[in-house]
């Protein structure tokens, strides 16, 4: 047999081509059985109108478990009517969140990081009412008016009326992990340390902030900086830090922070000064 010989690689592919077109054009018949359908248009209906309620039911449900939630600025306060008509007073530099709808039956839930004054309304159905915050820790209540602070991981619960409970799952299992508060109850949980202190205080004055006004009571300079750092976002330098320990009882106006640091200034006998957003704190001269 004699090999064919092609002039180049164009022509070599030209006759394989042509050796492969008939086996193309001519193609194998392949038997076609004829399957019944297994729908009909009943059934198309159905499932287009499964499909709709399922579409309907999750829009519902993600209606209904939308999240509302507040944020106040550095010295702003903010008054917020919950879906049952308990009243929060948030302070500045805070938030707030809950579920749009509550469940006439089930339990009452906000969260809460800053500072936040609650008046809990009481419900027929004796629904319980929680305050959830960082590090665990949450308020149990039915009807009551308290104070929460939570700031940097120090929380504090002050009780103005009824009873609430303190939770604090953090602590370790040997300590008391709820903590059952009276009025004119605070309970100061130290997320550092684990622990938590109670003592017995006049309750206004840690709410006092709700009426344009700090009030003080042998508190010390340094708790004082701390609320002028955590609600109007001021940076703090003290030239003595020994002034810290110094005890302070008074009263000044919230509404305009200079004013704030001029009345602190007068009443306590301290050196504020105020550049920028830093507030240097010396002795008066």
Do not use: C
């Not at 042509?18 to 359908?37: G, Q, S, T, Y």
């Not at 948030?90 to 006439?104: C, D, F, I, Q, T």
């Not at 120090?154 to 299992?173: A, Y």
């Not at 703090?236 to 001029?262: H, K, R, Y």
């Amino acid at each position: 047999m004699t090999k064919k010989i092609y002039k180049n690689d164009l022509e070599r592919i030209d006759a394989a081509w042509e050796k492969l077109a008939p086996m193309l054009n001519e193609p194998e018949e392949i038997p076609v059985r004829k399957l019944k359908p297994w729908f009909n248009k009943k059934i198309i209906a159905a499932a287009a109108m499964l499909i709709l309620m399922s579409t309907i039911g999750l829009w519902f449900l993600k209606g209904q478990n939308a999240e509302v939630q507040y944020l106040t600025k550095y010295g702003q306060t903010l008054r917020v009517l919950l879906p049952d008509s308990s009243v929060v007073m948030l302070n500045g530099n805070s938030r707030l969140s809950y579920r749009k709808e509550w469940a006439k039956d089930g339990d009452r839930e906000v969260k809460v990081d800053g500072e936040a004054y609650f008046s809990v309304k009481h419900t027929r159905s004796h629904q319980r009412f929680f305050v959830r915050m960082p590090d665990q820790l949450s308020v149990e209540v039915l009807g009551t008016e308290f104070n929460i602070s939570t700031r940097n991981h120090d929380t504090r619960v002050v009780l103005n009326s009824g009873k609430i409970d303190f939770h604090m799952e953090g602590l370790p299992d040997q300590q008391t992990r709820i903590v059952q508060m009276k009025p004119g109850d605070l309970v100061e949980y130290q997320s550092n340390k684990k622990s938590y202190t109670k003592r017995i205080v006049d309750p206004a004055i840690y709410s006092s902030w709700k009426t344009d006004r700090l009030v003080f009571d042998k508190t010390p300079l340094k708790e004082v900086l701390n609320t002028l750092r955590n609600t109007y976002g001021l940076e703090i330098e003290v030239e003595n830090p020994t002034m810290l320990d110094m005890n302070l009882s008074g009263s000044a106006p919230t509404t305009n922070v200079d004013i704030l640091i001029q009345a602190l200034s007068a009443t306590f006998n301290i050196n504020f000064i105020k550049k920028g957003d830093t507030l240097i704190v010396t002795n008066a001269p």
